[in-house]
């Protein structure tokens, strides 16, 4: 959001969605752009409205999948579709992946294996560490990689060194530490699961 703060610009976004998705982008002067995830079309990220919201002045888009809160997923091949839309108008396209691999439903492919996303995740979730405050982006443009690489320097001092080594021993150990997360909540029937 700090690299796509443009005057004019404006960036589309999840409703409902994290909060710091709507906070950022309108507390840097970001016209923000809603696409809704909604009960009457069983929760589905439409491709369609997100690609009717974009503009000349749009710099990027953020597709949640799985979305929180409701589970959503956008399939492999919309997906895509929308990376290819965004790349042909030069807008960023951010998958926010902090919810894969758990999945209560369809599962998808990560956004890594397409040549223009950006993808974020971190520890919270799919590794249920929140408390380490470790993410990390997937980023294939060397440029936008270096940008990203500085732009802390202007809001954050360091990293936490003992969040950054339990975060290196919870990849270490993958396998155990989100093998709880392919169980159902004690007292359900779902089929949950994560690869």
Same mark, same amino acid.
């Given at each position: 959001?700090?690299?796509?703060?443009?005057? !004019?610009?404006?960036?589309?976004?999840?409703?409902?969605?994290?909060?710091?998705?709507?906070?950022?982008? &309108?507390?840097?002067?970001?016209?923000?752009?809603f696409?809704?995830?909604? /009960?009457?079309?069983?929760?589905?990220?439409?491709?369609?409205?997100?690609?009717?919201?974009?503009?000349?002045?749009?710099?990027?888009?953020?597709?949640? @999948?799985?979305?929180?809160?409701?589970?959503?997923?956008?399939?492999?091949? &919309?997906?895509?579709? +929308? $990376?290819?839309?965004?790349?042909?108008?030069?807008?960023?396209?951010? %998958?926010?992946?902090?919810? $894969?691999?758990?999945?209560?439903? /369809?599962?998808?492919?990560?956004?890594?294996?397409?040549?223009?996303?950006?993808?974020?995740?971190?520890?919270?979730?799919?590794? @249920?560490?929140?408390?380490?405050?470790?993410?990390?982006?997937?980023? $294939?443009?060397?440029?936008?990689?270096?940008?990203?690489?500085?732009?802390?320097?202007?809001?954050?001092?360091?990293?936490?060194?003992?969040?950054?080594?339990?975060?290196?021993?919870?990849?270490?150990?993958?396998t @155990?530490?989100?093998? /709880? +997360? /392919?169980?159902?909540? +004690? !007292?359900?029937?779902? %089929?949950?699961?994560?690869?």
């Amino acid at each position: 959001m700090w690299l796509a703060a443009e005057p !004019g610009a404006n960036v589309i976004i999840p409703l409902p969605g994290f909060t710091t998705f709507s906070a950022l982008p &309108q507390s840097l002067g970001l016209g923000t752009r809603f696409y809704r995830v909604r /009960r009457e079309n069983g929760f589905r990220i439409d491709p369609e409205e997100i690609k009717h919201q974009a503009d000349s002045k749009t710099k990027l888009i953020l597709v949640n @999948s799985p979305h929180n809160p409701t589970g959503a997923t956008i399939d492999d091949s &919309q997906m895509e579709a +929308l $990376h290819d839309f965004a790349a042909e108008r030069g807008i960023q396209l951010v %998958s926010d992946e902090v919810y $894969h691999p758990i999945y209560h439903g /369809r599962q998808t492919k990560s956004a890594a294996r397409l040549p223009h996303a950006t993808v974020i995740s971190d520890m919270s979730k799919a590794m @249920s560490i929140p408390g380490v405050r470790t993410g990390w982006m997937i980023e $294939h443009n060397a440029q936008r990689r270096q940008q990203y690489w500085t732009a802390p320097a202007y809001f954050s001092i360091c990293n936490t060194t003992t969040g950054e080594i339990l975060s290196e021993i919870a990849v270490r150990n993958v396998t @155990s530490c989100s093998a /709880r +997360l /392919r169980k159902p909540p +004690l !007292g359900t029937s779902n %089929s949950w699961s994560a690869s």
